[in-house]
């Protein structure tokens, strides 16, 4: 379990929450006994492996999914007691739901960050303006604008929903795999552009990933997801030091190498 400094701005509590999938008589537990917050100014990656619940977690914080238990607090306040527009206003999300709009330029999808303040009429403001095109600005995409967003790349996609996400002027920015079918160069990129939103904008991130050599690159601090419903949060040095790193992806013939900060084979060491 984590303990944030209290001088420090708390903008999400997780309360003994359960996270899983409610069926009836039989729900489908994912994580039990998740207690952690996040504060402002905080890089938070939630690593696991495949299929350890990360992705369930993130929904149930975003409110797609009610917890099975326990409570998700924002500022203090249950978020299942807040309107939508209110949760759109907290925290914007930037998930691997697909845009397949064939029509839509980039700078449209950016502009779709400007729902919760949007009048009845839906249309822009001069300040709404002003703030599409500076969240492209940051994120690197301004040359992008009229182009098709259904023909960028997918390390260009991605910025263009990090731009999206800033449109939304939202403390909290939660990512679900937001490097996931990009190169090993437009990876670093994607991370060293979060990072820099947390320093320069006072913005929180909160990502999923499965790429532990990014997370404890970048990260702050990390919540560990495992398989059998555990859970676990700690800065990168105190988890490799306790050896929960290592625990969290236990194979055969792996090991964790807390030098390199990556998982080599046991048996097979490259030759360089």
Not at 49 to 66: F, Q, R, Y
Not at 104 to 130: C, F
Not at 143 to 161: A, N, V, Y
Request: with cysteine; net charge neutral.
């Amino acid at each position: 379990m984590a303990n944030k400094a209290l001088n420090i701005e708390t903008l999400l509590q997780l309360k003994e929450l359960e996270t899983g999938y409610s069926g009836g008589k039989n729900p489908v537990v994912i994580s039990r006994r998740i207690e952690t917050s996040l504060a402002l100014g905080q890089f938070v990656a939630i690593l696991g492996p495949n299929g350890a619940g990360k992705s369930t977690l993130m929904k149930t914080i975003l409110g797609h999914l009610a917890p099975l238990s326990g409570e998700v607090l924002w500022k203090g306040q249950p978020l299942h007691q807040m309107s939508v527009k209110q949760v759109a206003r907290c925290m914007s999300a930037v998930l691997t739901d697909k845009i397949d709009d064939r029509y839509l330029t980039a700078m449209d999808v950016v502009s779709t960050g400007r729902y919760p303040y949007g009048s009845l009429t839906g249309r822009l403001t001069q300040e709404d303006r002003q703030i599409i095109s500076s969240s492209m600005k940051s994120t690197g995409v301004t040359h992008l604008s009229e182009r098709r967003f259904f023909s960028l790349s997918d390390g260009e996609k991605q910025k263009t929903m990090i731009a999206r996400a800033l449109a939304q002027n939202t403390p909290l920015i939660c990512l679900d795999e937001p490097t996931a079918f990009i190169d090993s160069p437009g990876k670093v990129a994607i991370m060293q552009l979060l990072k820099g939103l947390v320093a320069d904008k006072t913005k929180t991130v909160l990502l999923t990933t499965h790429d532990s050599e990014l997370a404890l690159q970048f990260a702050d601090e990390l919540w560990l997801v495992g398989k059998n419903h555990t859970f676990e949060a700690g800065t990168p040095k105190s988890l490799i030091e306790n050896g929960h790193i290592n625990q969290l992806f236990d194979q055969e013939g792996v090991i964790f190498n807390p030098t390199t900060l990556r998982f080599e084979s046991k048996y097979f060491k490259p030759e360089l």
